[in-house]
């Protein structure tokens, strides 16, 4: 599958992956009226630096289950079974004439009596040519010279509903749509420019050169589909439940518009091509489940005078919209994009894969993953967890001085959050833990509890460069939250005083907070004394 690309020569998801930054908690403007688009915020983001986020999926039995309910796969299924013992085909292994109409009664596309509308037998047709491809049904023939049809050893699997083999025979049956979806005539043929001839008169076989157009419009348009289902695969991963639906004018709007720009005149009717260029494809992928799909409306080309509607020329209220195409990625859409993705060698976690060992499996791989959605992670390590044994695994973990160390502690307090009041107990018993007293304080203040002790100056100083440490890795250095948090230190009237204790704190993170001071606090007075620390720091060691 190839990697997403947008309009401003960046590269493709997946280069640079050391350096990745996930693009979390993204949204992009209302570009047409009623529906909001999910998807990636332009601000302080490098577009060669997206990684392709998690996303969460239904079990496999659940998807199983899914894909067994996809009419079109369950039209293969029981046509192979209705093959048993077996049944004759002709030499091109389809259906013989007199078992089309019967085929068609089968799956329930005619009536039992009367006659069988055309379209019914060349849908059972392409059931038929789907179970073959699936090796549903295996084809031979017999030493009478007759061909004939049988059930494959998959199929009694598969109806059974063991989830690798549906899955497997799901995603197999899924390319083969996909690829079929694709035509060389998907993308509007473009302008040859003023003077150039074509092709086959500026010399050169005229029989290669128009197979070679032909494999290059379907080489670009199957690039436009990979690109739209990855961008679909991204922008659901981070919608909230219930708003996976993606105008079209959107989508193709995020495959054209160079980032931070505004859509022109000449990007509307750009726009315009893509969503007539997709929506037979993703009209195509939507009979086999990965996709819920409302196509653009026909009448709009009659209402255009024949013309091809151009969208974002006026605000549309959501009905008008929803004429111009709608989109949802299904949950087995989800499947089958991050199995393509992985089989493309892209980082396409699951959420929750961090979270199936103990604590310090949870807290090591937050830390160290690029491209994770913490809070996820840490919901899905505490639900069903007794809160105490939980939360004295948790502050057990966050301990060390190593360099992720005030991280794993942040994250630590956050997951006691998930757990609640009720973690209270192994809170107290770290509060005069060196590492973690500052915080289990801060956190039992936070939770409403009583007799909560003040930490000596020590700990609260410790706990201050901590802490600040914790968002320094957690922001990678975003300029704007760190001022926030350095306008609330506890800094009085004596900052040289202040400051000139703060350099003595024995915290690997020292002179690298108060290097941070420095160079982005607002009071010059104030920065000022934080580099002389910072120095001081940087000497002591």
């Known amino acids: 599958m190839a990697g997403r690309r947008r309009k401003n020569g960046g590269a493709s998801v997946g280069e640079g992956a050391a350096e990745a930054v996930l693009p979390a908690d993204m949204e992009l403007q209302d570009l047409y009226g009623a529906?909001?688009?999910?998807?990636?915020?332009?601000?302080?983001?490098?577009?060669?630096?997206?990684?392709?986020?998690?996303v969460k999926l239904p079990a496999e039995q659940e998807l199983a289950e899914q894909a067994k309910a996809v009419p079109m796969f369950g039209y293969a299924l029981a046509l192979a079974r209705w093959a048993a013992p077996h049944r004759v085909v002709d030499e091109f292994g389809d259906l013989v004439e007199e078992d089309r109409a019967p085929a068609a009664r089968l799956l329930g596309l005619a009536p039992a009596d009367g006659e069988v509308p055309e379209e019914a037998e060349v849908e059972a047709l392409r059931a038929w040519s789907l179970a073959c491809d699936l090796d549903l049904v295996e084809l031979g023939t017999t030493k009478d010279g007759e061909h004939v049809a049988v059930p494959g050893p998959d199929l009694e699997p598969a109806e059974q509903g063991d989830p690798d083999t549906v899955l497997e025979l799901w995603l197999t049956a899924a390319g083969i749509v996909r690829e079929l979806a694709v035509e060389a005539d998907s993308l509007p043929e473009e302008e040859e420019e003023e003077g150039e001839e074509p092709a086959a008169e500026a010399g050169g076989d005229e029989d290669e050169d128009g197979l070679s157009e032909v494999e290059e419009a379907r080489d670009a348009a199957a690039e436009l589909l990979d690109e739209a289902l990855q961008v679909l695969y991204e922008t659901t991963a981070?919608?909230?439940?219930?708003?996976?639906?993606?105008?079209?004018?959107?989508?193709?709007?995020?495959?054209?518009?160079?980032?931070?720009?505004?859509?022109?005149?000449?990007?509307?009717?750009?726009?315009?091509?893509?969503?007539?260029?997709?929506?037979?494809?993703?009209?195509?992928?939507?009979?086999?489940?990965?996709?819920?799909?409302?196509p653009i409306d026909p009448d709009l080309f009659?209402?255009?005078?024949?013309?091809?509607?151009?969208?974002?020329?006026?605000?549309?209220?959501?009905?008008?919209?929803?004429?111009f195409g709608?989109?949802?990625?299904?949950?087995?859409?989800?499947?089958?994009?991050?199995?393509?993705?992985?089989?493309?060698?892209?980082?396409?976690?699951?959420?929750?894969?961090?979270?199936?060992?103990?604590?310090?499996?949870?807290?090591?791989?937050?830390?160290?993953?690029?491209?994770?959605?913490?809070?996820?992670?840490?919901?899905?390590?505490?639900?069903?967890?007794?809160?105490?044994?939980?939360?004295?695994?948790?502050?057990?973990?966050?301990?060390g001085d190593d360099a992720y160390g005030p991280l794993?502690?942040?994250?630590?307090?956050?997951?006691?959050?998930?757990?609640?009041?009720?973690?209270?107990?192994?809170?107290?018993?770290?509060?005069?833990?060196?590492?973690?007293?500052g915080s289990a304080r801060a956190w039992l203040s936070a939770m409403g509890a009583a007799d909560v002790p003040v930490p000596d100056r020590a700990m609260a100083l410790w706990t201050v460069v901590d802490t600040f440490a914790a968002q320094l890795l957690d922001s990678g250095g975003d300029a704007a939250l760190l001022r926030e948090l350095i306008a609330d230190l506890p800094v009085k009237g004596d900052p040289a005083a202040w400051f000139g204790e703060l350099w003595r704190v024995d915290h690997p993170y020292?002179?690298?907070?108060?290097?941070?001071?420095?160079?982005?606090?607002?009071?010059r007075a104030l920065a000022k004394e934080a580099r002389k620390a910072a120095f001081k720091a940087r000497s002591k060691g």
């Open 35 to 54: 529906f909001a688009a999910h998807g990636l915020d332009d601000e302080d983001l490098d577009d060669t630096a997206v990684l392709v986020p998690p």
């Open 238 to 294: 981070f919608a909230d439940p219930g708003n996976e639906t993606v105008p079209l004018g959107v989508l193709a709007a995020l495959l054209v518009v160079p980032e931070g720009e505004e859509p022109s005149e000449e990007l509307l009717g750009d726009i315009t091509d893509v969503m007539v260029a997709l929506d037979p494809m993703l009209g195509d992928l939507a009979e086999l489940g990965l996709l819920d799909y409302h």
């Open 302 to 323: 009659d209402e255009e005078d024949g013309e091809e509607p151009v969208v974002g020329e006026a605000p549309l209220d959501e009905e008008e919209s929803a004429r």
């Open 326 to 399: 709608l989109v949802r990625l299904t949950p087995l859409g989800q499947y089958g994009i991050r199995q393509w993705l992985l089989e493309d060698g892209y980082d396409a976690p699951l959420v929750g894969e961090l979270a199936r060992g103990d604590a310090a499996e949870l807290l090591r791989g937050v830390c160290e993953s690029a491209n994770v959605l913490p809070e996820e992670e840490l919901r899905v390590w505490v639900a069903g967890r007794e809160p105490v044994p939980a939360a004295r695994e948790l502050l057990a973990a966050a301990r």
């Open 408 to 437: 794993r502690r942040m994250l630590c307090f956050s997951a006691l959050n998930l757990l609640g009041a009720d973690a209270e107990p192994a809170v107290r018993e770290v509060l005069d833990d060196r590492e973690l007293g």
């Open 510 to 523: 020292t002179a690298d907070v108060l290097e941070a001071i420095g160079e982005l606090h607002t009071d």
